[in-house]
Protein backbone atom coordinates (compact mmCIF):
# COMPACT_ATOMS: atom_id res chain seq x y z
CA UNK A 1 0.00 0.00 0.00
CA UNK A 2 1.31 3.38 -1.73
CA UNK A 3 2.17 6.15 1.49
CA UNK A 4 -0.40 9.04 1.50
CA UNK A 5 0.52 12.07 -0.28
CA UNK A 6 0.76 15.19 1.12
CA UNK A 7 -1.49 17.70 -0.48
CA UNK A 8 0.89 20.62 -0.75
CA UNK A 9 3.56 18.12 -2.93
CA UNK A 10 3.31 17.95 -6.27
CA UNK A 11 5.18 15.13 -8.61
CA UNK A 12 7.60 15.96 -11.15
CA UNK A 13 5.73 16.90 -14.42
CA UNK A 14 2.51 17.70 -12.72
CA UNK A 15 0.72 20.77 -14.34
CA UNK A 16 -0.57 23.52 -12.04
CA UNK A 17 -3.88 24.55 -13.73
CA UNK A 18 -3.81 27.95 -11.62
CA UNK A 19 -1.16 29.35 -13.57
CA UNK A 20 -1.36 29.74 -17.57
CA UNK A 21 1.61 28.71 -19.68
CA UNK A 22 4.44 30.97 -20.29
CA UNK A 23 3.83 31.23 -23.37
CA UNK A 24 0.23 32.50 -23.44
CA UNK A 25 1.76 34.82 -20.80
CA UNK A 26 4.27 36.42 -23.63
CA UNK A 27 1.77 36.77 -25.64
CA UNK A 28 -0.96 38.45 -23.79
CA UNK A 29 2.05 40.90 -22.73
CA UNK A 30 2.81 41.11 -26.95
CA UNK A 31 -1.01 42.22 -27.80
CA UNK A 32 -0.64 44.39 -25.10
CA UNK A 33 2.49 46.40 -26.34
CA UNK A 34 1.44 46.49 -29.93
CA UNK A 35 -2.23 48.06 -28.44
CA UNK A 36 -0.41 50.52 -26.60
CA UNK A 37 1.82 51.78 -29.10
CA UNK A 38 -0.72 51.70 -31.52
CA UNK A 39 -2.79 54.07 -29.37
CA UNK A 40 0.13 56.57 -28.78
CA UNK A 41 0.73 56.73 -32.84
CA UNK A 42 -3.14 57.41 -33.09
CA UNK A 43 -3.29 59.86 -30.29
CA UNK A 44 -0.32 61.66 -31.75
CA UNK A 45 -1.65 61.54 -35.34
CA UNK A 46 -4.97 63.18 -33.66
CA UNK A 47 -2.99 65.81 -32.49
CA UNK A 48 -1.02 66.69 -34.90
CA UNK A 49 -3.87 67.00 -37.69
CA UNK A 50 -5.90 69.38 -35.54
CA UNK A 51 -6.54 73.40 -36.81
CA UNK A 52 -4.25 75.51 -35.99
CA UNK A 53 -3.32 79.23 -37.14
CA UNK A 54 -0.79 79.58 -39.61
CA UNK A 55 0.85 82.27 -41.79
CA UNK A 56 -1.51 83.49 -45.04
CA UNK A 57 0.97 82.37 -47.69
CA UNK A 58 4.04 81.66 -45.43
CA UNK A 59 6.54 78.40 -45.54
CA UNK A 60 3.87 76.12 -43.70
CA UNK A 61 0.97 77.11 -46.11
CA UNK A 62 0.01 73.94 -48.24
CA UNK A 63 1.80 73.75 -51.78
CA UNK A 64 -0.69 72.44 -54.26
CA UNK A 65 0.70 71.31 -57.49
CA UNK A 66 -1.94 71.65 -59.57
CA UNK A 67 -3.83 74.22 -58.51
CA UNK A 68 -3.02 78.34 -57.58
CA UNK A 69 -2.51 78.86 -54.08
CA UNK A 70 -3.15 82.04 -52.34
CA UNK A 71 1.05 82.33 -51.95
CA UNK A 72 0.93 82.52 -55.35
CA UNK A 73 -1.65 85.19 -55.63
CA UNK A 74 0.35 87.13 -53.59
CA UNK A 75 3.79 86.41 -55.19
CA UNK A 76 2.38 87.68 -58.35
CA UNK A 77 0.36 90.95 -57.26
CA UNK A 78 3.70 91.58 -55.41
CA UNK A 79 6.00 91.55 -58.54
CA UNK A 80 3.34 93.38 -60.84
CA UNK A 81 3.04 96.13 -58.37
CA UNK A 82 6.49 97.36 -57.95
CA UNK A 83 6.76 96.94 -61.70
CA UNK A 84 3.87 99.19 -62.31
CA UNK A 85 5.22 101.82 -59.55
CA UNK A 86 8.59 101.43 -60.67
CA UNK A 87 8.06 102.96 -64.44
CA UNK A 88 6.12 105.70 -62.69
CA UNK A 89 3.60 105.34 -65.36
CA UNK A 90 0.60 106.27 -62.95
CA UNK A 91 2.46 109.93 -62.11
CA UNK A 92 1.90 110.63 -65.74
CA UNK A 93 -1.56 110.29 -65.78
CA UNK A 94 -3.69 113.50 -66.88
CA UNK A 95 -5.62 113.27 -63.32
CA UNK A 96 -3.50 112.61 -59.76
CA UNK A 97 -4.63 110.20 -58.46
CA UNK A 98 -4.43 108.41 -61.58
CA UNK A 99 -7.86 107.08 -62.11
CA UNK A 100 -7.79 103.16 -62.84
CA UNK A 101 -10.62 101.26 -64.09
CA UNK A 102 -10.16 97.16 -63.73
CA UNK A 103 -11.70 94.66 -66.10
CA UNK A 104 -12.19 91.28 -65.45
CA UNK A 105 -9.23 89.23 -65.58
CA UNK A 106 -9.31 85.85 -67.64
CA UNK A 107 -8.35 83.21 -66.06
CA UNK A 108 -7.24 80.47 -68.08
CA UNK A 109 -6.27 77.44 -66.16
CA UNK A 110 -8.28 74.50 -64.73
CA UNK A 111 -7.35 75.35 -60.92
CA UNK A 112 -10.76 77.18 -59.79
CA UNK A 113 -10.71 80.88 -57.73
CA UNK A 114 -11.29 84.36 -57.60
CA UNK A 115 -9.30 86.07 -60.43
CA UNK A 116 -9.93 89.25 -58.84
CA UNK A 117 -8.25 88.47 -55.34
CA UNK A 118 -4.68 89.47 -56.98
CA UNK A 119 -6.30 92.67 -58.29
CA UNK A 120 -7.81 93.40 -54.68
CA UNK A 121 -4.11 92.89 -53.47
CA UNK A 122 -2.81 95.20 -56.02
CA UNK A 123 -5.60 98.06 -55.41
CA UNK A 124 -5.43 98.34 -51.93
CA UNK A 125 -1.59 99.42 -52.20
CA UNK A 126 -2.39 102.07 -54.71
CA UNK A 127 -5.82 103.61 -53.43
CA UNK A 128 -4.59 103.89 -49.83
CA UNK A 129 -1.45 105.10 -50.86
CA UNK A 130 -3.05 107.70 -53.10
CA UNK A 131 -1.30 106.61 -56.20
CA UNK A 132 -4.29 106.01 -58.06
CA UNK A 133 -8.46 105.74 -57.57
CA UNK A 134 -10.22 103.04 -58.87
CA UNK A 135 -13.59 103.46 -60.70
CA UNK A 136 -16.22 100.70 -59.42
CA UNK A 137 -19.23 102.67 -60.97
CA UNK A 138 -18.77 102.78 -64.46
CA UNK A 139 -20.23 100.79 -67.67
CA UNK A 140 -20.63 97.02 -67.62
CA UNK A 141 -17.76 96.19 -65.41
CA UNK A 142 -19.66 98.44 -62.16
CA UNK A 143 -19.22 96.87 -58.93
CA UNK A 144 -21.23 99.17 -56.90
CA UNK A 145 -24.45 99.43 -58.09
CA UNK A 146 -25.56 101.48 -56.07
CA UNK A 147 -23.05 104.32 -56.58
CA UNK A 148 -23.77 103.38 -60.20
CA UNK A 149 -27.33 104.88 -59.89
CA UNK A 150 -26.60 107.47 -57.91
CA UNK A 151 -24.00 108.74 -60.54
CA UNK A 152 -26.82 108.40 -62.74
CA UNK A 153 -29.36 110.35 -60.99
CA UNK A 154 -27.54 113.48 -60.10
CA UNK A 155 -25.90 113.23 -63.98
CA UNK A 156 -30.06 113.42 -65.10
CA UNK A 157 -30.67 116.14 -62.71
CA UNK A 158 -28.15 118.23 -63.38
CA UNK A 159 -28.32 117.32 -67.14
CA UNK A 160 -24.10 117.01 -67.66
CA UNK A 161 -22.29 114.05 -67.95
CA UNK A 162 -19.96 112.44 -64.68
CA UNK A 163 -16.42 113.20 -64.57
CA UNK A 164 -15.57 109.74 -64.15
CA UNK A 165 -13.21 108.74 -67.65
CA UNK A 166 -10.29 106.83 -66.71
CA UNK A 167 -6.97 107.49 -67.49
CA UNK A 168 -5.94 104.00 -67.75
CA UNK A 169 -7.34 100.65 -68.17
CA UNK A 170 -6.15 97.14 -66.73
CA UNK A 171 -6.82 94.29 -68.36
CA UNK A 172 -5.15 90.28 -67.77
CA UNK A 173 -4.93 86.87 -67.88
CA UNK A 174 -4.08 83.90 -65.79
CA UNK A 175 -2.57 80.76 -68.20
CA UNK A 176 -0.73 77.53 -67.40
CA UNK A 177 1.34 75.04 -69.16
CA UNK A 178 1.35 71.52 -67.50
CA UNK A 179 4.22 69.07 -68.30
CA UNK A 180 4.91 65.20 -66.96
CA UNK A 181 8.03 63.44 -66.38
CA UNK A 182 6.95 60.07 -64.89
CA UNK A 183 4.93 60.39 -61.60
CA UNK A 184 6.55 64.01 -61.33
CA UNK A 185 4.29 66.63 -62.40
CA UNK A 186 4.98 70.44 -63.28
CA UNK A 187 2.49 73.26 -63.78
CA UNK A 188 3.61 77.49 -64.46
CA UNK A 189 1.05 79.74 -64.01
CA UNK A 190 1.45 82.99 -65.96
CA UNK A 191 -0.18 86.12 -64.32
CA UNK A 192 -0.59 88.96 -67.02
CA UNK A 193 -1.33 92.32 -66.62
CA UNK A 194 -1.32 95.34 -69.09
CA UNK A 195 -2.49 99.26 -68.63
CA UNK A 196 -3.73 100.68 -71.67
CA UNK A 197 -4.73 104.38 -72.42
CA UNK A 198 -8.46 104.46 -73.74
CA UNK A 199 -7.57 107.51 -75.01
CA UNK A 200 -5.44 106.24 -77.84
CA UNK A 201 -5.62 102.31 -77.58
CA UNK A 202 -1.92 102.34 -76.64
CA UNK A 203 -0.27 99.73 -74.35
CA UNK A 204 1.79 101.77 -71.83
CA UNK A 205 2.70 98.87 -69.41
CA UNK A 206 2.51 95.49 -69.31
CA UNK A 207 3.97 92.91 -66.92
CA UNK A 208 4.44 89.26 -66.29
CA UNK A 209 4.82 86.89 -63.55
CA UNK A 210 5.62 83.24 -63.56
CA UNK A 211 5.28 80.59 -60.53
CA UNK A 212 6.21 77.10 -61.23
CA UNK A 213 5.12 74.25 -58.93
CA UNK A 214 6.72 70.56 -59.33
CA UNK A 215 6.03 67.30 -57.08
CA UNK A 216 4.14 64.08 -57.44
CA UNK A 217 1.60 65.08 -54.85
CA UNK A 218 0.67 68.16 -52.29
CA UNK A 219 2.62 69.39 -49.30
CA UNK A 220 3.32 71.70 -47.08
CA UNK A 221 6.15 74.33 -46.82
CA UNK A 222 8.49 75.77 -49.45
Wanted: proline share 5%; net charge positive.
Amino acid sequence: MNPPVPSNCKFAGHFDQSRPPRSHTMKSITKFAVLLIGSTVLLAVGCQSGGKYIETGGTQSVVSVGDVDIQDLQRASSEMLQSMIATGILKRAPHQPARLLINPIVNDTSSRFDVGEMTYRMREQLVNSGQAQTITAYGKYTEDEAALEEVRRRSFESGTQPDVEPDYTLSGKITQIRRNAGSTKQVTYTFRLTLTDPNTGLEVWTKTADVTKQGRKNGIGF
